[in-house]
């Protein structure tokens, strides 16, 4: 079945690192994909996305480059920082329901 | 800010008792899906309703049931409560099904049960 492949956290990192999270999917049909971000005690919050290969998704330094050839959908940041300390969940959309990845907790600290 | 809405935020109940949870859906979008996130892990889709139809379902048992109203607001029903049902329940709305469309989700009902 669908699946999608985080890398396992938690990730921790000073202050201006830079960050990848790791993302793959399986590769059935044309999924969309996305990221979203879980701050604690709260829901989802969208991201980024990308509808199609080669896409590019961005959004408040984050971004994503939708990789068919290697069935990824990794995220990158060039410069973090401490109120980025949250769970990010890498997904996949197709047909009517989004798949989720187990999710990545990054922890910056100062 | 997404504009759908959950309600209650928090709730605790007892094994077998019965549950009902409520979401009012973005403006504009006719589409309501249902999430469960066990505490640790990845939100798992239980199912969608599309104007006032189901449209789809995952894994989950018959004791987990929905409703879509005309103005697109939903309710999840869960009976016979059971302890591994301990969860956040995420409710997310998109326009037509999502196809693409970006999906928004409410901020959650915590469940207890125990």
């Known amino acids: 079945g669908d699946s999608v492949t985080q890398m396992e956290g938690p990730v921790t990192l000073s202050e201006e690192a830079f960050l990848t999270i790791n993302c793959t999917y399986t590769?059935?049909?044309?999924?969309?994909l996305f990221w979203y971000v879980q701050y604690p005690g709260e829901g989802l919050q969208l991201l980024l996305k990308?509808?199609?290969?080669?896409d590019k998704g961005s959004n408040k330094g984050f971004e994503a480059t939708y990789r068919k050839e290697t069935t990824s959908f990794h995220l990158e940041k060039g410069s973090v920082q401490v109120s980025d300390s949250a769970v990010y969940f890498c997904a996949r959309l197709a047909g009517n329901m989004l798949t989720f990845g187990g999710g990545t907790r990054l922890m910056v600290k100062p | 800010e997404t504009g759908v809405t959950q309600s209650p935020t928090h709730l605790i109940k007892t094994r077998g008792q019965q549950v009902t949870l409520r979401c009012s859906s973005q403006s504009g979008h006719n589409t309501v899906s249902w999430y469960q996130q066990a505490l640790g892990q990845g939100p798992q889709f239980i199912f969608q309703?599309?104007?006032?139809?189901?449209?789809g379902r995952g894994n989950f048992p018959p004791r987990f049931s929905g409703l879509q109203f005309p103005n697109y607001s939903s309710e999840l029903n869960v009976n016979a409560l059971e302890l591994d049902d301990s969860a956040l329940y995420l409710c997310a709305s998109s326009i037509d099904r999502a196809r693409g469309n970006t999906i928004y989700f409410g901020e959650g009902s915590w469940l207890t049960v125990v």
């Open positions: 309703y599309y104007r006032e139809e189901e449209n």
């Open positions: 590769a059935t049909g044309y999924p969309s």
């Open positions: 990308a509808t199609k290969a080669d």
